[in-house]
């Protein structure tokens, strides 16, 4: 059985193409498959739509979340209901496509792969291009993470790998980083990322934002990095700025002035606050997983029996 996990968050005007691609795309290499649509809390028709879907697609499963959990979430709801002993994450916005899936699969089953994920040589929308290329190239650099450059949600993992993916059960989740952190042979498939079909990116500035400051504070130990750095700085700063006021007293040069006084409660102060916000930062996140609250909640799942 293959499954294939697409998460959707208000995406009526595009079910329809969606359905009719990706159904084609994995006939195309086996008949036994489903297709799991999350739905991430629409407010829009994209359930009913769904719904209507699966009278004339019959593999296809719904499960509809009690809310909107993200679509990390969404794609971790899918993982764990998926069935399949190959199972793939895809976008629902028809940004990667589907028929790539045959060439995915080929590759994992028939190179030896465990995991292979689509590799992103540039986008077709230029939206936010620098920013993730930069994103990448920082995480790449502050996780020590290689390879995982360009690669995002889209790929295939067999069932050892998505066991794996299983077993991690933080609240904070950055999926293109937890597949990479669990190992396995991992292979990739390059691609052109296309501009979304219809509709405006779910994902918002600001979530992808959040996003990538998940990735960074549960990847890397960088943020502390930057205090430290900037701490040592400090000190040394504030050490030649104590010798010269001592040299200048000893041979009473001048009066020592009040702004070396103002100017350092400034700088001392302000290195403060940017390492008591690091910490804040990761006191809420060890907060966070310590209330150990589910990561998706569902109100209905529309599998093969539900009418
Ligand atoms: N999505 C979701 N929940 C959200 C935001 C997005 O399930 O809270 C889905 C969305 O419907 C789409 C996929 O996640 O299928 C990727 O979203 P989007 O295209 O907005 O992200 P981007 O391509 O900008 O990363
Ligand atoms: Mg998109």
Same mark, same amino acid.
């Given at each position: 059985?293959?499954? @294939?996990?697409?998460?959707?968050?208000?995406?009526?005007?595009?079910?329809?193409?969606?359905?009719? *691609?990706?159904?084609?795309?994995?006939?195309?290499?086996?008949?036994?498959?489903?297709?799991?649509?999350?739905?991430?809390?629409?407010?829009?028709?994209?359930?009913?739509?769904? =719904?209507?879907?699966?009278?004339?697609?019959? *593999? =296809?499963?719904? !499960?509809?979340?009690?809310?909107?959990?993200?679509?990390?979430?969404?794609?971790?709801?899918?993982?764990?209901?998926? /069935?399949?002993?190959?199972?793939?994450?895809?976008?629902?916005?028809?940004?990667?496509?589907?028929?790539?899936?045959?060439?995915?699969? $080929?590759?994992?089953?028939?190179?030896?792969?465990?995991?292979?994920?689509?590799?992103?040589?540039?986008?077709?929308?230029?939206?936010?291009?620098?920013?993730? %290329?930069?994103?990448?190239?920082?995480?790449?650099?502050?996780?020590? /993470?290689?390879? /995982?450059? %360009?690669?995002?949600?889209?790929?295939? /993992? %067999?069932?050892?790998?998505?066991?794996?993916?299983?077993?991690?059960?933080?609240?904070? $989740?950055?999926?293109?980083?937890? $597949?990479?952190?669990?190992?396995?042979?991992?292979?990739?498939?390059?691609?052109?990322?296309?501009? *979304?079909?219809?509709?405006?990116?779910?994902?918002? @500035?600001?979530?992808?934002?959040?996003?990538?400051?998940?990735?960074?504070?549960?990847?890397?130990?960088?943020?502390?990095? !930057?205090?430290?750095?900037?701490?040592?700085?400090?000190?040394? !700063?504030?050490?030649?700025?104590?010798?010269?006021?001592?040299?200048?007293?000893?041979?009473?040069?001048? !009066?020592?002035?009040?702004?070396?006084?103002?100017?350092?409660?400034?700088?001392?102060?302000?290195?403060?606050? =940017?390492?008591?916000?690091?910490?804040?930062?990761?006191?809420?996140? =060890?907060?966070?997983?310590?209330? %150990?609250?589910?990561?998706?909640?569902? *109100?209905?799942?529309?599998?093969?029996?539900?009418?």
């Amino acid at each position: 059985m293959f499954s @294939l996990i697409i998460p959707v968050y208000n995406e009526e005007g595009l079910i329809d193409e969606l359905v009719s *691609r990706s159904a084609k795309a994995l006939e195309s290499f086996t008949p036994n498959y489903e297709i799991l649509f999350i739905n991430d809390g629409s407010t829009d028709s994209t359930l009913r739509k769904l =719904i209507e879907a699966r009278k004339q697609y019959s *593999r =296809i499963k719904i !499960v509809d979340l009690s809310r909107n959990f993200g679509h990390q979430a969404a794609f971790t709801a899918g993982l764990e209901m998926a /069935m399949g002993n190959y199972v793939a994450m895809m976008d629902g916005d028809l940004q990667d496509p589907p028929e790539l899936l045959a060439e995915m699969y $080929r590759k994992i089953k028939e190179e030896g792969f465990d995991i292979v994920s689509g590799k992103r040589q540039g986008r077709k929308g230029k939206r936010l291009k620098i920013a993730t %290329n930069l994103f990448h190239a920082f995480f790449k650099q502050a996780s020590g /993470m290689e390879d /995982m450059e %360009n690669a995002g949600n889209f790929s295939i /993992m %067999n069932r050892a790998a998505v066991n794996a993916m299983l077993q991690m059960k933080e609240t904070i $989740r950055y999926l293109p980083g937890l $597949r990479m952190f669990i190992g396995f042979k991992q292979g990739y498939v390059d691609y052109i990322r296309e501009d *979304r079909l219809e509709g405006e990116p779910k994902m918002s @500035l600001g979530k992808l934002i959040l996003l990538g400051a998940d990735a960074i504070f549960s990847f890397s130990n960088f943020p502390i990095k !930057v205090c430290l750095f900037l701490g040592t700085i400090g000190t040394i !700063v504030f050490f030649f700025a104590g010798v010269y006021a001592l040299v200048d007293k000893l041979f009473g040069w001048s !009066v020592l002035g009040w702004s070396s006084t103002v100017l350092s409660i400034y700088f001392l102060g302000s290195i403060q606050l =940017i390492f008591l916000g690091v910490v804040g930062e990761y006191v809420y996140r =060890i907060y966070k997983e310590s209330q %150990n609250r589910p990561i998706y909640l569902v *109100r209905k799942f529309y599998d093969a029996e539900t009418e």
